[in-house]
Every structure is written in structure tokens, then in C-alpha cells.
């Protein structure tokens, strides 16, 4: 079964790959990163995006479509890097202005 994953980030929809591709030109590549040992959750990153998302191994085995839901440390590590990016962003306009 080639399940497809709906990202929970930006709405994407994506087919989950966990090996070597095979081109379907109908859904961009959601590509298999791990697991989480200590909740059983599969990492998928999403193509569009690039959010890292959680999906559940038990919706996979019996649903063709399921939601990734954005892990909270890929959302707090996209805050952290936004948030540095803007500050050395000001900092470099204040020096050269």
C-alpha cells in the first residue's frame, strides 16, 4: 500500500517513501527519516515544507491517507533559527546603514 501523508504544517499531501523512490509525478516524496523509540512514531520530512512530522505506524497499516503532525522540537528548532536569522539580519543593517 503507498500511503500518502497530509502535513499538518502547510497542507501538503505527499506519498511516504522508505526506500529507494519510484517516480509518481501525482505526489511529491515524503521521505522516511527514523522512528521514536519511546513513542513508536515514524519521522517523515515533509517535501514542501520541510517539517518534520510524526506519523503514527498503526494509521500507516491501515489507512491510505494519514496526518503528519509537525514534531514540537522541529517547531521550536524552526522558531530558535528564525529567530536568529532575524536577529543577525537587524544587527548587520545596523552596522551598515
Do not use: W
Not at 503528519?68 to 543593517?93: L, M
Amino acid at each position: 500500500m503507498n500511503n500518502i501523508i497530509l502535513c499538518e504544517s502547510c497542507g501538503c499531501s505527499g506519498r511516504a517513501v522508505n526506500a529507494a523512490p519510484v517516480d509518481d509525478s501525482r505526489y511529491p516524496l515524503f521521505y522516511h527519516l527514523g522512528h521514536d523509540v519511546s513513542t513508536g512514531h515514524m519521522h517523515y520530512r515533509c517535501a514542501r515544507c520541510g517539517a518534520l512530522l510524526l506519523v503514527d505506524p498503526m494509521q500507516m497499516i491501515t489507512n491510505q491517507f494519514v496526518r503528519g503532525i509537525v514534531s514540537g522540537f522541529d517547531s521550536a528548532f524552526n522558531i530558535a533559527q528564525r529567530e536568529k536569522h532575524h536577529f543577525c539580519k537587524q544587527t548587520y543593517k545596523s552596522m551598515h546603514t
